[in-house]
């Protein structure tokens, strides 16, 4: 049982260049988010999805994109990385009713 | 949006010491969580709190869901290394609605 799964685990990015970041969980779980980690600022939600085919905004969703068509997986796109999108991403996924999140490792993107 | 507050932001305790942290909340929240993360990992659950009033514990660790709703405190009693890293605390209303606070820096001297 892998759990929650994040690739790759380390980026670089140029600026203006763009991406997706995978995550899969092989879990059954309904609900699946991404946060982003900074320094000093714990975990912020990017977007969320409570299923397939069903996704929402979280507190900082600008400059990223999800889709959600299947249940395993949540990729999070940067359409055209900016250098404030240097950061830690973590994806994670949940039966949702209990509301226990599951993380993933995490993503290390650096845009220079 | 909803915040957390955690304190304190960092501490550096003895090996066999008991630690204390809070967290707290302007909102009330129906959920309480709290999390280990350990350098280069994704944080990891420790205790889970369902209920105003819940003292739950895992082991080593015991925490509290305030009874106004706003809070929640995480106890550690006898302080080992592995200890060490960042414990976050989460407030969750119905699955939809986490909010993490920015964490309390735990470091273990030997």
């Known amino acids: 049982n892998a759990g929650v799964t994040q690739t790759p685990k380390f980026q670089v990015l140029k600026t203006g260049q763009s991406m997706t970041l995978q995550c899969a969980q092989d879990m059954n779980h309904e609900y699946m988010s991404w946060y982003r980690q900074d320094p000093g600022m714990g975990l912020r939600l990017i977007h969320y999805?409570?299923?397939?085919?069903?996704?929402d905004q979280g507190e900082v969703p600008n400059g990223y994109n999800v889709s959600r068509s299947t249940t395993e997986d949540f990729p999070l796109r940067l359409l055209s990385a900016a250098p404030s999108q240097t950061s830690v991403y973590f994806c994670a996924s949940s039966y949702g009713a209990k509301n226990i999140q599951y993380f993933g490792a995490g993503t290390r993107l650096s845009v220079l | 949006g909803q915040q957390l507050n955690q304190s304190p932001q960092s501490m550096f305790i003895q090996e066999g010491e008991d630690v204390s942290m809070n967290c707290t909340s302007s909102s009330i929240f129906n959920t309480w969580l709290w999390y280990k993360q350990d350098p280069g990992e994704g944080p990891v659950l420790l205790i889970a709190?369902?209920?105003?009033?819940e003292l739950t514990s895992n082991g080593r660790l015991t925490a509290q869901f305030g009874i106004t709703r706003k809070d929640s405190f995480l106890n550690i009693s006898a302080s080992i290394p592995s200890d060490v890293g960042i414990y976050f605390c989460a407030g969750d209303n119905y699955g939809q609605n986490f909010v993490f606070g920015p964490g309390t820096r735990l470091s273990v001297l030997p």
């Open positions: 999805s409570v299923g397939a085919g069903i996704t």
């Open positions: 709190l369902y209920k105003a009033g």
